[in-house]
């Protein structure tokens, strides 16, 4: 598989010849095709010196000879043909369009304005200008002096938020996506590290964008740390096609001789194989197997050598870029040695008398980092480090290894831990209200990620998933109880009974009397007797809630264990009659002792019916998948709720209910996973949290019209209820698979 590797970088200046070629020698170590550089500083007097040490084509946008300047370079192993060179903004904005392997690439190199404004007007021309090479396949990179998303990649705020939204607004526009965070979601990496006025400022700058149809062809994007500019070199890998390997002849590296310890061991090597003549029939023979023996020997030696730089460069650079990710949260990112005071650490190779400091001899972005270990307590880590340093210029010199030791750590005292971002007032009120500001941009930040890709359509899919099935579900929990208590209420009335005319005597009342009728008067669920008469009659144990006694005479009768007072006597004659042991207190009427039996009782058998439900989804969900169980159980709970029209009973109904719980806690239970695993982690919480408000709101609109429209009509909750609830469940059904998934 043939890659093509592309660079970036600021260089702060291109002029001096030893830092070029320290670039040619990076470009060289990392295989880097096709390079952009920023802030080149190059006039048109400088084109002959480039094209010399850069072996290859090199295009160039000059600025001054202290400012501006971009330059696009390609490999002459590259294999690229150059289809247009166009300078949109001279010194800022060069496009170049190449074609690889029959496909046409817009490699585009930026250097964006200090200045917010400008930049704004800068990123409105780039979006113009690209337009046109839409058809191709956009590279853009370079050094674009503002963040997107401040909250991971700056310390501190986004100084010029405008010229940011206009920047998101292009990258959008143009469909472009930002390689190192499709690589890279979680990382805290920054490419551009500055100490000013002890405040540790740093922002990752420097960015490459491609066309979101590269996107599977991208291989990897690293953030690489460099000694001579304040900026991080960034480097992307694609694939581009499958390729036959070149045949070539084997070269002698001539820059071996100058390698002591090759030559040392070459020496070695020759002496034994100059003993080995008489092994061979002619010299002839000993001669062609000796320079096969010199070709293995020197790639083998070579290997090994460029195995070992690599590994100690690699470990350089992760050392760094673990200390640089260290400045976020737990760290002061505005404390720094003051100026003129020694870093704490103090060297002292065996041999010397005296120590050298390693403040005076490290970049400010490694001396940076040590103070972030120092400063958090972790000396062993900062020790690593700078034994690595040293014990890495030593082998670069060609001297012997001499013991690292570390004679004294001196720790810095930190700042207070509310620092002006933004000024230098000393107002504490200031502070805290910046702090405050800061805190609601980056939740406000976090809440439109939601709505960014990668999981822009996820959210709106989950959102409706869980306002149907939130809608659906508390709509018919209170629906249910109501149509069971209308139902029940339909029937009662149907077992009236009426007397007419009845004269009871000489009878014991120890039995209900309710649900009847006793005219002349009408009475509902209770007992009312008017113009009637009662001559020796025994009431023992009578509750008469809702009961009254109005023109009747009651003569020669014995109450016993009643409520029955005055308040139920109305315009009644009492002849001869006792009342004993009469009940006292506040009597349940048969309203509230009906609701609250009901209400409790149906919503006891709901949830008891959620237990099979519970096991099911256990049992079942990472074999049949969450997709699976969301959008099945809400589709049958929707089916579910047709059945309600045959309902004509409350067991009828207590049955349906307890069918459509179980199906729906399946729903509930593969939907939080779900929306768990859609999120990455730095957008679970807020995501989450998005659909939960949606659930509720559902929920409060589901008891509002479901609830008005109990003993209306049962066609309108039935059919509504049914419509969100399979409607839901076939969104639900478009939602990735996230069984084989990694949580992000």
Request: net charge neutral; aromatic share 12%; charged share 20%.
């Amino acid at each position: 598989m043939r890659s093509l590797k592309i660079g970036s970088l600021n260089i702060n200046g291109g002029r001096d010849r030893q830092k070029r070629g320290l670039i040619s020698e990076i470009s060289t170590q990392k295989n880097i095709d096709i390079l952009f550089l920023q802030e080149t500083h190059t006039t048109p007097s400088d084109e002959t010196d480039w094209g010399l040490w850069w072996e290859g084509s090199n295009y160039l946008s000059h600025g001054t000879n202290f400012s501006a300047g971009v330059a696009i370079l390609f490999r002459a192993s590259a294999n690229v043909k150059i289809v247009s060179c166009a300078e949109i903004v001279k010194g800022r904005l060069l496009i170049v369009r190449a074609e690889i392997e029959d496909t046409v690439f817009c490699f585009t190199n930026i250097y964006a304005p200090n200045n917010g404004a400008e930049r704004v007007a800068f990123y409105t021309r780039l979006q113009k200008e690209l337009l046109i090479y839409n058809q191709d396949q956009i590279i853009l990179g370079g050094d674009f002096n503002c963040t997107l998303d401040f909250t991971v990649d700056r310390i501190g705020e986004e100084p010029h938020p405008h010229s940011s939204q206009t920047l998101n607004t292009v990258i959008s526009h143009l469909d472009l996506l930002d390689t190192f965070r499709v690589k890279h979601p979680q990382s805290r990496q920054y490419t551009w590290v500055r100490v000013n006025s002890n405040r540790v400022c740093a922002a990752r700058l420097d960015r490459v964008y491609i066309s979101r149809t590269l996107n599977p062809r991208l291989i990897h994007c690293n953030i690489l740390p460099v000694g001579f500019t304040d900026h991080h070199f960034v480097s992307v890998e694609l694939i581009i096609s499958p390729g036959e390997r070149a045949k070539s002849f084997w070269h002698f590296n001539n820059k071996l001789l100058l390698d002591n310890v090759f030559c040392k061991n070459f020496g070695c090597f020759w002496d034994q194989w100059q003993l080995r003549k008489v092994e061979f029939d002619s010299l002839k023979l000993w001669w062609e197997v000796g320079k096969a023996q010199i070709r293995v020997f020197c790639q083998q030696y070579t290997s090994h050598s460029s195995a070992r730089l690599k590994t100690v460069i690699k470990n350089l650079e992760d050392n760094i870029k673990n200390l640089e990710e260290g400045l976020n949260g737990s760290v002061d990112p505005t404390w720094y040695p003051a100026e003129g005071e020694t870093y704490g650490v103090e060297l002292f190779p065996a041999g010397e008398g005296e120590g050298s400091s390693c403040a005076e001899s490290f970049p400010s972005t490694q001396r940076h980092g040590l103070c972030v270990h120092l400063q958090t307590g972790k000396h062993d880590e900062a020790w690593m480090v700078l034994k690595q340093i040293h014990d890495t210029n030593m082998r670069a010199r060609g001297e012997p290894e001499r013991v690292f030791t570390v004679n004294r750590i001196k720790i810095p005292k930190q700042l207070d831990e509310l620092v002006e971002m933004q000024n230098e007032s000393a107002n504490p009120v200031l502070k805290v209200l910046f702090k405050i500001k800061a805190e609601l941009r980056g939740i406000w930040s976090t809440f439109m990620k939601c709505f960014d890709y990668p999981v822009k359509d996820n959210t709106i899919k989950l959102a409706i998933v869980w306002f149907t099935l939130s809608f659906g579900f508390y709509g018919l929990s209170v629906w249910f109880p109501d149509v069971i208590k209308h139902l029940q209420a339909d029937e009662y009335a149907s077992r009236v009974k009426i007397h007419n005319n009845e004269r009871i005597e000489d009878f014991t009342f120890n039995f209900t009397l309710e649900n009847q009728i006793h005219r002349n008067g009408a009475f509902f669920k209770a007992v009312k007797f008017i113009d009637s008469s009662f001559i020796n009659c025994y009431f023992e144990d009578v509750s008469s809630v809702g009961s009254s006694f109005t023109n009747c005479t009651i003569v020669d009768s014995f109450f016993y264990n009643t409520d029955i007072d005055d308040s139920k006597l109305t315009n009644s004659t009492i002849i001869n009659s006792s009342f004993h042991h009469n009940k006292t207190g506040c009597q349940m009427t048969f309203d509230d002792d009906y609701s609250a039996y009901w209400v409790y009782f149906v919503n006891f058998l709901g949830t008891l019916a959620v237990l099979p439900g519970n096991i099911v989804s256990a049992l079942l969900m990472d074999k049949i998948g969450r997709l699976s169980m969301l959008g099945g159980s809400m589709v049958l709970s929707g089916i579910s709720c047709f059945f309600l029209w045959f309902g004509t009973s409350e067991s009828m109904m207590i049955f349906m209910l307890c069918l459509y719980n179980g199906l729906s806690i399946s729903a509930w239970n593969s939907l939080d996973v779900v929306t768990t695993e859609l999120y990455p982690t730095d957008r679970r919480g807020t995501g989450f949290g998005f659909c939960n408000a949606m659930c509720k709101l559902a929920a409060v609109m589901g008891n509002l019209i479901f609830g008005s429209l109990v003993g209306i009509t049962k066609a309108i909750p039935i059919l509504l209820a049914s419509s969100v609830l399979v409607c839901g469940g076939l969104v639900g059904l478009r939602l990735p698979d996230t069984r084989a998934n990694v949580l992000m």
